[in-house]
């Protein structure tokens, strides 16, 4: 029996019920053959000696805008609601080459911090270019598409080239009672489930008491949404009740807390869905509101925000890298990623072992550092590599499939030609 790739004695963290082990794991067609205890007698066409590794599963960083990768920085220091407007401005920019550029970057830095799967939360899409940056990188996702996308045909273009889709339902301020409705309806049909913001905002929950006397949740359920197990990102203010609805539905959340805190907008009540037994990813969100891309400093943060809001351990490493990882694509419904097992998708992040973030490991018997190591001190400069697929998509820092000096050298150049106009919006 013959593989594609074996890396040697190395040490495993599966994220599929099984402990932290050292063993040995193998790849074939973009497959996980082997991924066990002990040695592997395969003979493979690309040998790596493991022992200088940790091998965690592909990160999904499951909230993202690549479009506005390109104007992080721009709106600092205001809560949503001051920038709305202009960050709509901002956006009336992008022609089709800036959301590719844009998007590119983004996903560039995304696969940097271990990301192999990314949402994006698009609210316009570069038609059938919407390929371009996940080929362009050679990371894996999904893209949302409203109403009128999918029935565009856009839909078969993403489906044929391995993109996931989810119905993009809209924000409170944009909620249209019959709209809901035939999002659920839609969902029903095709099968696509529905993602979108929710209860980010104490102002945006009020838009929807204001306006249909109830909540986003309760309007959610009572529109047959909930039902559909939708994908709800932000939802900092939630009531008990709301918790309940949403972990009765089976409906999942992402949470991206750099962008949380960042804005003011809250603190999503992590703790309590866990305990109610909600399904829990994580996203960085646009780079407007989070200033990058990297979802393992995400992680720390969902850890560090929940000690400072609740108390130390309310959510621990171990809860975070399982948004990262196996919670995380269940949030999501991606079946085959996530876990790192015979038959799962090939994708995986190795560490450095030897890396000064991440020395001194202890494992013993009962007590591991491993996962604090991850989550709270390596950081993504500790990554050495990348798999998607079975493919090697970044090496020591380079997406090897794109040139991103010369996509930034692109992007500085495209914002230094709009800067009048940049400079009118953020004078508004
Ligand atoms: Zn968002």
Request: hydrophobic share 40%; charged share 25%; glycine share 10%.
């Amino acid at each position: 029996m013959t593989c594609d790739l074996l890396i040697k004695d190395t040490i495993i963290i599966p994220m599929d019920g099984r402990k932290p082990f050292r063993g040995f794991l193998a790849v074939d067609d973009g497959i996980i053959t082997f991924c066990d205890e002990g040695e592997c007698d395969l003979e493979a066409d690309e040998e790596i000696d493991g022992s200088g590794y940790i091998i965690t599963p592909g990160f999904l960083n499951a909230h993202l805008h690549g479009d506005f990768y390109v104007f992080k920085g721009l709106l600092d220091n205001m809560p949503l609601r001051e920038q709305y407007h202009k960050t709509n401005r901002l956006y009336d920019l992008m022609n089709e080459d800036a959301m590719v550029l844009s998007r590119t970057l983004a996903y560039a830095e995304a696969v940097r911090a271990g990301a192999t799967y990314i949402v994006e939360h698009s609210f316009r899409n570069p038609g059938e270019r919407t390929i371009e940056p996940f080929r362009a990188v050679g990371v894996r996702g999904a893209v949302t598409l409203d109403i009128s996308g999918l029935e565009s045909g856009l839909t078969d273009l993403l489906v044929e080239n391995g993109i996931d889709v989810f119905i993009n339902a809209p924000s409170e301020e944009d909620f249209d009672y019959s709209y809901l409705k035939d999002i659920a309806e839609i969902s029903d049909r095709m099968g696509y489930k529905v993602y979108a913001h929710v209860a980010e905002t104490t102002w945006r929950i009020a838009i929807c008491e204001e306006r249909f006397g109830i909540g986003p949740i309760e309007l959610l359920h009572k529109t047959g949404i909930l039902r559909r197990k939708p994908v709800l990102v932000h939802a900092c203010w939630l009531s008990n009740r709301d918790i309940d609805l949403i972990a009765d539905n089976s409906a999942t959340i992402v949470s991206t807390p750099v962008s949380e805190m960042k804005l003011g907008d809250g603190v999503t009540p992590i703790p309590k869905l866990l305990r109610k037994g909600a399904k829990v990813a994580l996203g960085t969100d646009g780079a407007l509101w989070n200033n990058g891309a990297d979802i393992l400093a995400e992680a720390k943060a969902m850890v560090l925000v929940h000690s400072l809001n609740s108390t130390p351990g309310a959510i621990t490493e171990s809860n975070a890298l399982d948004a990262l990882t196996s919670m995380g694509a269940e949030a999501v419904g991606v079946e085959g990623i996530g876990k790192l097992q015979k038959g799962m998708n090939a994708s995986f992040v190795l560490f450095n072992a030897n890396s000064p973030e991440i020395c001194p490991i202890f494992i013993s018997e009962k007590i591991s550092n491993l996962e604090s190591a991850l989550i709270m001190s390596a950081g993504s400069r500790a990554i050495d590599s990348v798999y998607v697929c079975g493919r090697k998509v970044m090496s020591d820092g380079d997406i090897i499939l794109s040139d991103t000096l010369g996509l930034l050298e692109e992007a500085g150049n495209w914002l230094m030609s709009i800067g009048g106009r940049i400079e009118n919006i953020l004078k508004e």
